[in-house]
């Protein structure tokens, strides 16, 4: 049995702590919080049961829970430069016993788990079941449109690890990765603007309208786009290339969909 009660409970003791004041940990309180309501959201616009609803919900409280003790450890959301959030969090809930706390049936234990292991990857694994793989697609979902409203509307610094990278440039290979229809490879990313690149990429990665929809109808791609500008002109060319064929990407989908 899932107690939605129980497990935002849970979450609000857990993240007691840590600062509530540290610009990273604000950002990812209200991450989770807004990302578990999109769960919801999509499981309920593919007419899933009550049960999988409630579990949409369940893991996206859960998704991002090892992001607090990277932002402590490493002061950086980047899993290159410091840890595996998804990793560490599956580690803080099964192997440390914390799960417990937030569901008493262990029931739900392995598509929880899987759902958290393949959340930040770049594809999700195979051979999972057809209930692990739904879970596993729908928090992937809801995870990139809350990221979108936080790129477009949350503090530079605590994002990026910096505030203004306007001298910075998009490097070779992260372009030519932008032009084709993938997300970019995180190894290749040499620094802000190519991870900003890679943030509009995210849309390649949509399993489901629903998300998609949501971030094309509040113009989150036009208002991440104009919250940068570059000073090389050749930057500037490819950002705003890459603006362009994001945002014509996303009108197809949804047209054809």
Known sequence: MINLTQARKAFKEYVKNYNPEDKQIKL??????????????????????????????????????????????????????SINHGQLGVQILFEQGKIRDFIEDNQYDTIIKKAILNHNRGGIEENLSERELLHAKLIKDADKTDIFYILTFDDIEAIYGKYDFSEDRISDEI????????????????????????????????????????????????????RFSF???????????????TKEYVKTRLENS
């Open 231 to 245: 000073k090389d002109k050749e930057t500037s060319r490819r950002y705003e290339k890459v603006y362009q064929t």
């Open 175 to 226: 372009y030519r990765e932008s032009m084709e229809e993938k997300i970019i490879n995180y190894m290749n990313i040499t620094g802000p603007a190519d991870l900003l690149v890679a943030h509009f990429k995210f849309v390649y990665d949509y399993h489901f309208s629903y998300g998609l929809q949501y971030v094309y109808e509040n113009g989150y791609i036009d208002k991440l786009y104009n």
């Open 28 to 81: 990812k309180i209200s991450h989770i919080e807004r990302t578990a309501n999109i769960a919801r959201k999509i499981a309920e616009s593919l007419n899933l049961n009550k049960e999988d609803i409630e579990l949409a919900e369940l893991i996206g409280i859960l998704h991002d829970i090892g992001r607090f003790e990277q932002a402590r450890k490493y002061h950086t959301f980047n899993d290159r430069d």
